[in-house]
DNA sequence: CGCACACATAGATAAACGTCAATATGAAGA
DNA sequence: TCTTCATATTGACGTTTATCTATGTGTGCG
């Protein structure tokens, strides 16, 4: 059970992080490299080395090298992705789980005017 | 830095655990009550339990009591909260954090056109 | 009252997470 | 080649998280 959303939860998890959602939010404008980011906030360079390593495995971000530097960029694909599983969570449907849940019998029936 | 934020991941972290997502998806059609959320996991009634008040702290869902039932359901205006929020992190704005993060002197002038 | 049921709370535990200092890698310049 | 700079990796450490068992709380029923 509750397998569907083990995949929305870990994308989720990847975002969950003040550092992690700022980073998504600077880089909303377009890409930047590792250094201006390092300047901005006050974490060491490996704590936000491996920030960033953490969005990039999640493909929430685009890593492009040129000479020494970094520049990072968010990767749609991925962010429209996150869009549709949070509507897959909110927005009710026919293959709703709750249709298999209200089935099963409670000691009380269930109401449905919520 | 990165205070702004903090707010946002927090919601975001309370929403990113494969069970806590799949409680949302199933009271997005209505309310359910907690008996029989139990019954489709696999987790013990406490550990379900707890999840239920991580989500209640944040707001998420709402729960009514009757008797000896619990019934939760979605609590909307912290879902729409949630979805401005995320807006917040993708939408680029003139107020984005990129354009003080930008002025900061790297060592090679960053490109625009990503 | 006394018991059973639905749910919450407390406490323990193992795993995951965020952080740092130290070190490695790899590219550019002297 | 040697050094410096930008970034990644490693390893350690304290905190948080998800889970369980055991117990507490409150409701309804006989």
């Keep these: 059970m509750s397998v569907d959303f083990i995949h929305t939860a870990a994308l989720l998890k990847a975002l969950a992080d003040p550092v992690r959602a700022s980073i998504m939010h600077i880089l909303s404008c377009g890409e930047v490299c590792v250094c201006q980011l390092h ?48 509507d897959e969570i909110f927005i009710p449907g026919s293959e709703c789980l709750c249709h298999t849940i209200r089935q099963v019998e409670c000691s009380l029936p269930l109401r449905q005017d919520a």
């Design 39 to 86: 300047q901005y906030f006050t974490i060491s360079q490996p704590t936000l080395s491996h920030h960033l390593s953490i969005l990039r495995k999640h493909k929430l971000i685009t890593t492009r090298k040129e000479g020494k530097w970094s520049y990072h960029s968010v990767n749609a694909t991925t962010v429209k992705e996150l869009s549709r599983l949070l």
